[in-house]
């Protein structure tokens, strides 16, 4: 089964497109996001694989990002001014895209869920995990960080990445995607390359907002740390990352895993801020087990 919709969610009533994959009868399982991406990033090989161990998939463009609603009107967001600790360009926080991901887990028919997050899709899932603790079966946070600024910093070479030029072309995007995976990627897991400019095409032609990507990359800025508030969880929770990540470093995974009672760290060598096709197989039998665990505690 495969379907994609749209539907409005949350106290901001925003309108959220996701697709479902699997069997509804499954443990449901949902994909968030990291910042700029859509739920195309989540590859679509890799979710055949979590369908395969059963579980009901769900992934969706959050809000700035995709066929989501986008917040074309508010102030344009100043990244140096909100590292500064002037806010005043900050449209939302964290918390608003977690009450965006309660709201879809409400419009579904779903009490709860086993939440997976990729990059700021891993701080999107733990702050609902803090916020809303009766809605998480399970927590999986992928190459993520607590929201300390002491852990999980961009390497000089990632920032540089990010402070380049905008890309405003189709060809430019495309290109600039394939850059990036070659500086943010896996040195141990090439990135096929045909395949980033594929999925970076697919995505363009969804929707492409420069500026949406700057409103969530303020909106992880002003959220803080997140760490007090691990400490208090008490569900299963999987976090893994890799060694050479150079976008959000390792530290990061590290402290989530630090700081979340009983959670298990998995870190994979060579591996950088993407998620490498050899390494589905791996990433989808830790999660299917967390889940299998967390559904037989239940």
């Avoid at 979710?47 to 344009?76: K, M």
């Avoid at 430019?172 to 995976?181: H, N, P």
């Avoid at 508030?229 to 150079?246: E, F, K, M, N, Q």
Wanted: include cysteine; hydrophobic fraction near 40%; glycine fraction near 12%.
């Amino acid at each position: 089964m495969s379907e994609t919709k749209a539907c409005d969610v949350g106290p901001a009533g925003i309108e959220v497109t996701y697709e479902r994959l699997g069997d509804p009868a499954g443990p449901p399982v949902l994909l968030i996001m990291g910042g700029g991406g859509q739920l195309i990033h989540w590859p679509d090989g890799f979710c055949r694989s979590l369908v395969a161990q059963g579980l009901h998939v769900i992934r969706f463009d959050n809000r700035d990002a995709g066929l989501s609603t986008h917040f074309h009107d508010a102030p344009v967001p100043d990244l140096p001014a909100v590292l500064a600790g002037d806010l005043s360009s900050v449209s939302y926080t964290l918390v608003d895209m977690a009450a965006d991901t309660v709201g879809l887990l409400d419009a579904l028919g779903l009490e709860s869920a086993h939440l997976v997050g990729a990059s700021m899709g891993g701080m999107i899932a733990q702050t609902v995990a803090v916020g809303h603790p009766g809605r998480v079966r399970s927590l999986t946070s992928m190459m993520s960080t607590t929201g300390d600024p002491e852990v999980g910093q961009p390497s000089p070479e990632a920032l540089n990445e990010i402070a380049g030029p905008p890309a405003l072309t189709r060809e430019e995007v495309v290109e600039r995607a394939v850059k990036a995976s070659r500086v943010l990627g896996s040195p141990g897991y090439p990135a096929d390359e045909e395949a980033v400019r594929e999925r970076a095409g697919r995505a363009y032609d969804r929707d492409h907002d420069e500026l949406g990507f700057l409103r969530q990359a303020v909106a992880v800025v002003a959220s803080g740390d997140r760490t007090p508030w691990l400490r208090s969880l008490d569900l299963p929770t999987l976090v893994i990352h890799g060694a050479a990540d150079r976008m959000c470093d390792v530290s990061g995974g590290r402290a989530t895993a630090a700081a979340v009672p009983g959670a298990e760290l998995v870190v994979f060598d060579g591996m950088g801020h993407d998620l490498p096709r050899a390494l589905w197989p791996e990433f989808t039998d830790a999660i299917a087990r967390l889940v299998r665990r967390a559904e037989d505690a239940i």
